[in-house]
């Protein structure tokens, strides 16, 4: 047939037929060559024919053809869209002015200035049912309205340098959510936060009174309220939805002939019932319309649902078509309604109601579509499209609420490389920073400080608008993304100092890994509060939390290329500064894992100037924080994670910059700068010495290079053999006092000499010498002197116990002869300040940690050797035994580690043994004191030590009482009962191990 058929004759004659033609002007070729060019250009696109056909024979169209073929297009772009998850690639820097995708409306600069309370926000997000359950699990009660919220937990939050608190779910809740999700396999569901009946507060809540009365408590606290605000679409069954049915992106027909609507009703309303799609039910399609019907006119609608063409469309919402003027009034009347009760508002998926991509998915230009199926029918042009929406709706937002409720901070949820037009150009306070969170947990650490670079060289004012975040409701949580490590805390660290909104996510803090879904009315793992990982926020974050004034703005911000001694960028380590008044700092992080060490000394570029007229700059690190670099200025800082402080010469500052060591994921946060100047090269010499290390108090180590001479023979005066020596004739055998002055007389001449030198004091050995020659003596014979008192067995036993010539009984003379010496010291050097401790000088003088060390040379572990300092200390500071003074003992905060102290299941209690060795020695110094006071009688001596020594007694009677509990202990002490015989009978005490 084929070969006796004329078709194939017949066409060969018309194609050499018509190559004998005239070809056709307009298409440069003969009819049947330009007939096949489209499918020769594209031989397996059926697309690339339609744009061939458009690109070339666009001026032999009629205007009808051109039309159905850029909705072919549209289709088969619709046909060809990825849907359901897509994985997304690793996000690009972001981009501006010329480089930034065009989206065809203008980018002028418009910013919204901030209120003062407004940059300082820390905000953390809270899913409200879930954070009410996990209270009341907490506190044992049940906690499910907003005004039951303990003030406990909003004091905890204002502490941690919390200002703003984001209740995500408040809002009243579409029912027909709720009926989705338990048919569709959880139970347990409530409806989506995100799918909203109205704007009212949800009554399992409490309403609006219970917001209100919640609102009041945290700002006292300082702690402003942030809700969600859903504006692109409402929950299927909702009040718009019932009242207002043309508000809605719909077609009067199915836009797919097997679309069918055969399920429960989702509707509560007797005369409206709502269908979604069967496919929905058993999961094998994901429609994009739901039918509405009208049961007193029997009109359908199928209305869309809410959709931003990444995912599947949200099946409990329905989309409002902003094309109408009433939907965008009616949409701003309800912003300026939730913008009266709450300041900050957070809008979700904003960037879908920009224009630019409101018409890419509802109404695309024709030829375009694949965002949502169906709507590339429904294409408009530009020029129609700009005709039924004249403006941007969130710049007419942006200003209606400024004009209408002040004092609003406006957050705007928008990706897709718009971050700096909302903010420059629509003018909203602050937009989501995606890629803060995506590129550090990457470590696309190049790519992000590209997108800082890129946002200083447009316009600075963007970065300071950044909300910067480590997880949000829709991603995973912090600690599946970064852990509960270092890299961790550095990335944290970052979030709580780069300018802008830092914002922590719901369970960040306390390392809970499970996600909160919009429909979750409980968690459902069970999961502890990470007491570790609280605490290190407490140590770390928290504290740059509540100094947000200082990293929140960037004016004066300035990030720096981190230079290798081999000459390379790292382009692993942040390196930024900042500063806010007198106040200053520079962040160096390292978000990689191998070490790394470098210089940091000029800034990149930044524009000083405006987008159409660039000025670019570079400050060096002294300009940028404002250092000075004058001959003799040296600064010190010290670094908030490690509570060290480094010292640098300004000079050194301005001319090679900042030299950092860093491990992998390490961070420095160094505040504090100030300046010192070297007026007799003391600064200098400590420089030296440091080399570079810090010190815990930079003050204490430069006195310690100013008091050398007299720390020195503080030294040799304390020096253990010495001590030892003197030690060894207490023992009442080897007495022999012209000795013991002689050990003692040419260290004390030195110690004299020093403090004249160093204008400390103007002191002669005689006047110190002969009061400690006494003592010493006395304590030589001491059993025998207190013998001679005749007292009671318990006071007796108190002041000497059994003789002990081991190991303790020789620690405890060690003490006892240092005791003697500082205490005389004590009434030459120091006098204290009124109000102030008569221990102080010993702090003044750099004495406490000399005697420290000395202690540890003689034997005692790190906590006896503190220990033993605490113990002279209190001796100083109670010199005269009263009532209240094991009151005062317990009371005072800087022996609560000399005591014990520490808190278990909310009691505090104190270790026993600590507490009755400090009541012995305290009485003990007392009675040296009496028994040496030679200007009283002897009678009047015994009074004395019999008080100190009972008064000890009864003070360890009553701490064994109250269980060594704190508190109760205090109670006791109070109220001291009469004595009975003269003398407190503690029950089954531990005797001391004192000096015989």
């Given amino acids: 047939m084929k070969e006796t058929a004329p078709y194939g004759r017949f066409v060969l004659a018309l194609e050499d037929y018509l190559e004998c033609q005239p070809p056709i002007a307009a298409l440069g070729a003969t009819l049947v060559a330009a007939l096949r060019a489209p499918m020769l250009a594209s031989p397996h696109s059926l697309d690339g024919q339609l744009h061939y056909i458009l690109m070339h024979w666009s001026a032999l169209l009629p205007e009808w053809l051109r039309r159905r073929l850029l909705l072919a297009r549209g289709m088969l772009a619709e046909e060809h869209a990825a849907r359901g998850h897509v994985v997304a690639a690793s996000p690009e820097p972001l981009t501006f002015g010329a480089k930034a995708a065009v989206y065809g409306y203008p980018e002028y600069e418009r910013f919204s200035s901030d209120a003062d309370w407004m940059s300082n926000v820390v905000l953390l997000a809270k899913s409200t049912f879930v954070w009410l359950d996990q209270l009341s699990r907490k506190y044992q009660r049940p906690i499910t309205r907003l005004d039951q919220i303990p003030d406990e937990e909003l004091d905890r939050l204002a502490r941690w340098g919390f200002t703003g608190l984001w209740l995500i779910g408040v809002w009243e809740r579409s029912p027909a959510s709720q009926t989705i999700k338990r048919l569709t396999g959880n139970p347990e569901a409530m409806a989506s936060a995100y799918s909203l009946y109205d704007y009212t507060v949800a009554r399992e809540l409490g309403g609006e009174e219970a917001c209100a009365e919640l609102r009041d408590r945290a700002a006292r606290r300082g702690i402003r309220l942030a809700s969600d605000m859903v504006p692109n679409h409402v929950g299927l069954y909702s009040r718009w939805v019932i009242e207002h049915p043309d508000w809605f992106i719909q077609t009067p027909h199915p836009p797919f002939p097997n679309y069918r609507f055969t399920g429960p009703d989702l509707s509560s309303h007797p005369d409206v019932s709502l269908f979604i799609e069967d496919g929905y039910w058993d999961r094998r399609d994901a429609a994009v319309v739901f039918a509405r019907v009208d049961r007193r006119s029997g009109e359908t609608r199928y209305i869309y649902h809410g959709n931003d063409g990444t995912h599947m469309p949200w099946n409990d919402t329905a989309q409002l078509n902003f094309l109408l003027p009433e939907v965008r009034e009616a949409v701003v009347q309800t912003i300026l309604q939730v913008a009266r009760m709450f300041p900050i508002i957070r809008f979700d998926a904003a960037m879908t109601l920009a224009k630019r991509h409101y018409q890419r998915l509802w109404f695309p230009l024709p030829g375009e579509g694949g965002a949502i199926p169906t709507r590339a029918e429904h294409s408009l042009t530009r020029s129609e499209f700009d005709a039924a929406m004249p403006e941007e709706f969130w710049r007419q937002v942006v200003d209606r609420v400024a004009a209408e409720a002040p004092d609003t901070l406006l957050l705007a949820e928008a990706f897709w490389l718009m971050e700096g037009y909302f903010v420059r150009t629509l003018g909203m306070h602050r937009v989501y920073n995606s890629a803060f969170m995506n590129m550090l947990k990457m470590e696309d650490n190049a790519k992000y400080r590209t997108t800082v670079k890129n946002v200083l060289e447009f316009s600075p004012e963007v970065l300071k608008r950044f ?336 003789r002990n010539d081991g190991q303790a009984g020789a620690q405890a003379r060690r003490f006892a002869v ?179």
Wanted: proline residues 4%; glycine residues 8%; hydrophobic residues 40%.
């Fill in 467 to 802: 909300v910067n975040f480590m997880n949000n409701p829709d991603e995973r949580t912090a600690v599946e993304q970064f852990g509960k490590g270092d890299k961790y805390f550095g990335v944290a660290m970052m979030m709580a100092t780069m300018p802008g909104l830092p914002m922590f996510g719901h369970g960040q803090i306390e390392g809970f890994g499970e996600k909160y879904g919009m429909e979750y009315r409980r968690a459902y793992w069970d999961e502890a509060v990470d007491e570790d990982l609280v605490r290190r926020h407490e140590r770390e974050i928290f504290p740059l939390l509540r100094r947000r004034r200082l990293f929140s703005h960037a004016e004066h911000f300035a990030l720096y290329d981190f230079h290798t001694p081999e000459g390379y960028v790292d382009e692993n380590v942040f390196a930024y500064s900042n500063r806010h008044g007198p106040e200053r700092a520079l962040i160096v992080y390292n978000n990689a894992f191998a070490r790394t060490s470098g210089w940091i000394r000029r800034s990149v570029a930044v524009n000083v100037g405006r987008q159409d007229d660039t000025v670019l700059v570079h400050r060096e690190l002294f300009e940028a924080l404002e250092l000075s670099a004058e001959s003799g200025v040296y600064h010190v800082f010290r670094d908030a994670r490690e509570e060290l402080e480094y010292l640098r010469e300004g000079r050194e500052l301005a001319e090679r910059g900042l030299y950092v060591e860093l491990a992998g994921y390490q961070y420095y946060a160094f505040l504090d700068w100030r300046a010192v100047r070297d007026t007799d090269g003391t600064w200098s010499e400590l420089c030296e010495r440091l080399g570079g290390r810090g010190v815990p108090d930079m003050q204490r180590a430069h006195k310690e290079v100013v008091l050398d001479p007299v720390l020195s023979a503080f030294r040799r005066l304390f020096a253990p053999e010495r001590i030892n020596a003197l030690a060894e004739a207490l023992d009442g055998r080897s007495w022999d006092e012209e000795s013991v002055a002689g050990w003692l007389r040419q260290p004390l001449i030195e110690l004299f000499f020093m403090a004249r030198q160093s204008g400390l004091a103007i002191v002669d050995v005689e006047a110190v010498l002969p009061a400690v020659l006494q003592h010493l003596a006395l304590l030589a014979q001491w059993g025998q002197a207190v013998g001679r008192l005749r007292l009671k067995k318990p006071e007796r036993e108190l002041l000497i116990s059994r």
């Fill in 818 to 996: 240092v005791w003697a010496v500082v205490h005389h010291l004590g009434r030459v050097f120091g006098p204290s300040s009124p109000g102030g401790r008569p221990s102080q000088w010993m702090h003044d003088w750099l004495l406490s940690p000399l005697l420290s060390q000395s202690f540890a040379e003689l034997g005692c572990d790190h906590a006896g050797a503190h220990g033993c300092v605490a113990m002279l200390e209190a001796m100083l500071d109670h010199p005269v035994w009263t009532p209240g003074t094991p009151a005062r003992l317990l009371s005072a905060t800087h022996l609560a580690d000399a005591l014990g102290v520490n808190e278990y299941q909310h009691v505090r209690w104190f270790n026993r043994e600590r507490y009755e060795e400090m009541l012995h020695w305290l009485a003990f110094g007392q009675a040296v004191e009496a028994l040496s006071d030679e200007k009283v009688e002897a009678r009047q001596r015994r009074a004395r030590v019999q008080a100190a020594a009972a008064g000890a007694v009864w003070a360890m009677a009553a701490a064994q009482e109250a269980g060594y509990d704190l508190e109760k202990t205090l109670t006791l002490l109070d109220k001291p009962p009469a004595p009975k015989g003269g003398s407190w009978q503690p029950r089954e005490r531990k005797k001391n191990r004192v000096l015989e």
